[in-house]
């Protein structure tokens, strides 16, 4: 028996010939979904251990082999999920000196083992988008970007968890039984080619993987594997720059302009996330959230000014509200990485101070730049989060801080719930769990419901004039 080939070296391919004394252990008498008895049982040798299963048992056989520690095993490989697995035409039990002989030079593999090897390649495949994997157990197999590795201790072995995503979403992934030699091969690695299957607990998809393989694939490539806007990134552009145009006061006006143009922040303006995961957490997320508050705001400042105050004394500086709309968030650019992660500087200095030093020294740029509009909106910049514990360091005091605070708050909340359910298919009713509905304390994430859109029909006023 010396001469058989090792586990470790049998070749994934169906019906690849298999007669091997192997170690074996944890039998167990299953059933297929006919209704028929099998037995799975677990085999190895020094190299790797691999699951075996033979059709057509029956509890007498499982009394047979359970207590045997070696057995030789003939028939065939096959392959599930690109994961080497036996299926036994026929079971003998070797001579009892082989067998000692066999389980003494052949010691039970670490239980650590990597199943798969992780390796460099550099291939492209065609896949399906990660959103349509759907259902417990859907096999996954594709090119994805991975981000968050790390390694968990579980009740038997560690575990990595990560992160993985395409132009569709992002999901969360695991790989039973890894070593922190896998992590370490994952660690500058931005994208991999991953077979698992889907896992839905607790109603979440994830992928549970058997492979994952780094790829290095081009800076253009790896665009592609990111959520983006819906809006063309020029369009947003014209839009945001339309905008600042229509600015009034000539002091923020020109602030705007420059801001923008800096070249530290025009290489990243039109593509930056706008968060890890809250909201607008895709490429030309932050260009997306300043367009719609701008929006907003303008609605919200002509509402209140032209509407519902028309003879205040005191009307809203719809001016102030665009810039702030424009700059609040302006340093994410830095606070995230290009492919939506933390970075360690946002860690160190947040957007809102770095938004404001920024925001300061353009206007010490600008001759004569009026100390009270330096004030406000600096104070508009900070505050903008509301609360301390928000990373404000101080609350909105003025009519633009508190009304562009409250804007930016509810674009945070409507535009997921608006994303999301636009995305639902005919005739369901809730989204996945959005993050961006975790009120409160408890950051649970909470699903929205398809809500006033089932009302469309009702109590309206048909032909007749009566409602229907
Ligand atoms: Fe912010
Ligand atoms: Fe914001």
Redesign the pocket.
Known sequence: MADQPLLKDLPCEKNYPVAHLLRVSNFELKKTKKGDDYLLFKVSDATKSLTCKRWNSTATDLDRYKDCKALFITGKVDPYNSEVSIVADSIAEPEEEAAEKFLEGHPEPTKTAPTTPIAMVSVSEKQCALRDYKGKDTPVSGLFRIFGAELKIGKKSPFLVFKLGDKSGELGGKRWESTQEDLDKLKDVRTAFIIGKIDDYGNTNSVIATTIEPRNISDDEFSQLFVSTKYSINFLKKEIWGYIQRIQNKYIRILAENILKDPLIKERFSTSV?AVSLHHNYRGGLCT?VFR?MKVGEALVDGFNNNMYPDGKYKINKDIVIFLALC??IFKTYEYNPDGTYSQYGGLVPHLPKGAIFAERKMDAIPNFPEELRTQLSHGLLS?HGEEKFGSPVTPKTVEAVLFHYI?YM??KIDPMLENLDRLSEGVLWTDPIKALAFGDNGRANPAYMGGMLLSEIGSLGDTGNAK
Do not use: G, R
Request: glycine share 0%; proline share 0%.
């Open positions: 706008a959230h508050n609040h968030d903008h930016d674009c945070s």
